[in-house]
């Protein structure tokens, strides 16, 4: 696997604070119907009326592996785990799921829930000793090996991979983007967000950033123009990321996102080209 950029994640706060307000909600999402697909099987497919399409969901995961591990090749990261010194501990798997914020522990309860004595359900207390925190108290030497074993080999890990991305990340962006009658694009843009920030109460979260953008547009469902309001969001995003260190390389806003936006590609209809920290991407 290629070596990842050190990527930008929600603080521990928001993170985990989401992870708690969607706690009852039901889990939802079965396995992606489609393999990472080449370009030509991404155009043969049926065109989207939103992201939660087949074809558009494929796109989103392929652009934001782009920027979380530097490949299209998204189906790779199951097995993908590391402390990437970020102060959250383990980061692994298809959408960053971290040891230091919650949700990798929620994670692993799936899993164990569905497949009780899997090889990570030892980890579980040790799991519950070190969220909110970097340490790997319990969880050296063996994690990370027995992290890529239960990826590599076992189907049911890799689909509760897939139900806790859609339960925590993609469902929620998805919703609010119909609701605010924002198209594929701002959909994904929502759901691009919430993987890094997080929904939680402090300023910088997804929902802040969207209060930050209605402060001067209205959404598609306020009446107000769509290519307007996700300039606006993605002006509030931008704003976001600057807000800590790690965040200020903006370029899967500035160089992708926007980049569409500017196309008024709002369907997110490939051909796709982008940059994510310099490095050029194609979906044809």
């Not at 010194?85 to 971290?98: L, P, V």
């Not at 806003?253 to 980049?259: E, F, H, S």
Request: proline residues 5%; contains cysteine; aromatic residues 8%.
């Amino acid at each position: 696997m290629e070596t990842p950029h050190i990527r930008p994640r929600t603080t521990l706060t928001s993170r985990r604070t989401l992870l708690a307000f969607m706690g009852a909600a039901a889990v939802a999402g079965p396995l992606l119907a489609t393999q990472s697909a080449g370009a030509s099987q991404i155009s043969s497919l049926v065109s989207a009326s939103g992201l939660d399409d087949p074809a558009k969901k494929e796109i989103a995961m392929q652009i934001v592996c782009s920027a979380e591990n530097s490949s299209l090749e998204w189906k790779k990261q199951y097995r993908y785990c590391e402390d990437i010194d970020d102060g959250r501990g383990y980061t692994a798997g298809i959408i960053g799921f971290c040891s230091g914020t919650g949700d990798m522990l929620d994670l692993v309860e799936l899993y164990t829930q569905r497949k009780p004595g899997n090889i990570l359900a030892k980890y579980l207390p040790a799991l519950r000793r070190v969220d909110g925190s970097d340490s790997h108290d319990g969880l050296d030497p063996n994690f990370k090996p027995d992290w890529e074993r239960a990826a590599d080999t076992d189907a049911e890990f890799r689909k509760a991979q897939n139900d806790e991305r859609d339960r925590v990340y993609f469902n929620p962006s998805v919703k609010q983007g119909k609701t605010d009658g924002i198209g594929t694009l701002g959909q994904f843009c929502y759901y691009d967000a919430i993987v890094m920030h997080g929904n939680g109460g402090d300023s910088t979260s997804f929902g802040n950033i969207r209060k930050r953008a209605l402060r001067s547009a209205k959404t598609p469902a306020q009446g107000g123009d769509e290519v307007t309001y996700l300039n606006a969001f993605l002006d509030a995003r931008v704003w976001a990321m600057k807000q800590e260190a790690a965040h200020e390389d903006t370029s899967r806003v500035d160089t992708a996102q926007r980049v569409f936006l500017k196309k008024r590609n709002l369907n997110l209809d490939p051909p796709l080209d982008w940059k994510v920290y310099g490095d050029p991407f194609h979906i044809g």
